[in-house]
């Protein structure tokens, strides 16, 4: 069965087509991301507005140019999938209505399916073209996986399929919007998280010490302490006090003072997110450690992981861990082959917080 899946939850407009390996994985046959991320830029951070637009001009071309590269037709697919939350209202309508119909219009099977749970499937896509860097097998359950992205950092164990317990969970920033955060107070461009990435790279980790938070429960992550302790930092370092603007700071900052406070942040929200998880992986004994989410294209999270964790973590291409529909059509893939019915094309809505539908 060969799924077409569209993903536009946020700022990317993304299409793909996967189908079911015969060993267990799914193999990617196409995957096409049209970003956003040049017109958000000018506002340091994604406008719902502007997003939703972007998406409704292109979504019908980023469709034309799946089918292109994966050299199919419409005869060809036999389902279509689509995030129906959660995420930003239009950005997420526009994916929806567009898939509805196209579901009814071709009398295709439509799969509602949710993001987070993307994010963990793009872990089970095991053959893709050359140039992805992808586990050859799909991870085996029991799955612990840590899911870091702009709105989420959680941990959930999953025993079967399509049913995660979490664990874990932010209980204020998640962890990719701390990074947006703090590149905004460093004076580095949005995204965030490729950025202070890129300035850690030449900065000492060591120059400072930033603090790590505790939560009543140990799986739980807290970021916004973080956040403001690198504001009261870099303030210092700008010579000011904590009444300095932060829109000012970082003009008063040099590149190695920038780099240094990037390395320092990067590496205390990074040990933050391993710690927990190692702690997870000694207690719950899974079979398989994945990551997944836009945070998980972090080099420096990877090291750390490798490092620590006492099973070797799985790690896929860091363009399947950033938004894309190449996960929702892993996710789709793994449903059909369970026998999940598909959803209402009539009736499939939006769900623009879908955290409840997590929760255990
Ligand atoms: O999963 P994603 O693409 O969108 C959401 O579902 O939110 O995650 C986006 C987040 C942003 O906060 C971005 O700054 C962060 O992922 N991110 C990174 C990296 N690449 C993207 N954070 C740290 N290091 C990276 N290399
Ligand atoms: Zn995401």
């Not at 990037?262 to 710690?275: G, Y």
């Not at 207690?283 to 490798?306: D, M, T, W, Y």
Request: charged share 20%; proline share 5%.
């Amino acid at each position: 069965m060969v799924v077409l899946a569209i993903e536009s939850s946020c700022d990317e407009t993304a299409v793909a087509i996967a189908k079911h390996t015969s060993d267990g994985g799914v193999e990617l046959l196409a995957n096409v991301v049209h970003s956003q991320v040049d017109l958000h830029k000018v506002y340091g951070g994604v406008v719902p507005e502007v997003s939703a637009r972007s998406h409704l001009e292109v979504i019908n071309q980023v469709i034309s140019k799946c089918l292109q590269d994966s050299e199919l037709s419409w005869d060809d697919i036999g389902a279509i999938a689509v995030t129906y939350g959660p995420g930003l209202s239009g950005s997420l309508l526009i994916g929806v209505l567009t898939a509805r119909t196209l579901a009814i219009t071709k009398a295709i099977p439509l799969y509602g399916l949710h993001h987070i749970y993307g994010h963990v499937y793009a872990n089970f896509i095991t053959s893709a073209d050359a140039d992805y860097r992808i586990p050859s097998s799909p991870p085996s359950l029991p799955v612990l996986a840590l899911i870091v992205s702009g709105k989420h950092s959680q941990l959930m164990y999953f025993d079967k399929h399509f049913n995660g317990k979490i664990i874990g969970r932010a209980i204020d920033d998640a962890v990719g919007e701390a990074f947006d955060k703090a590149a905004k107070i460093l004076g580095l461009p949005y995204p965030g998280g490729p950025a202070i990435a890129k300035a850690a790279a030449s900065g000492n980790p060591a120059k400072y010490q930033l603090p790590i938070a505790k939560t009543a429960n140990k799986y739980d992550f807290s970021f916004s302490g973080l956040k403001t302790a690198l504001l009261r930092l870099a303030q210092r370092e700008a010579g000011g006090n904590h009444t300095m603007p932060s829109f000012e700071v970082s003009q008063h900052l040099s590149d190695r003072q920038v780099a240094d406070l990037a390395a320092c942040f990067q590496s205390t929200a990074i040990k933050t997110l391993v710690e927990k998880t190692v702690k997870a992986c000694h207690q719950h004994k899974p079979n398989s450690l994945i990551i997944g989410g836009g945070v998980a294209a972090n080099q420096e999270l990877r090291r750390q992981l490798s490092e620590s964790a006492p099973i070797e973590p799985l790690f896929t291409d860091p363009r399947l861990c950033t938004d894309n529909a190449a996960m929702i059509a892993a996710l789709a893939c793994y449903q059909i082959e369970a026998g999940v019915k598909p959803s209402d094309p009539y009736k499939l809505e939006i769900a623009t917080n879908t955290d409840q539908l997590l929760a255990t």
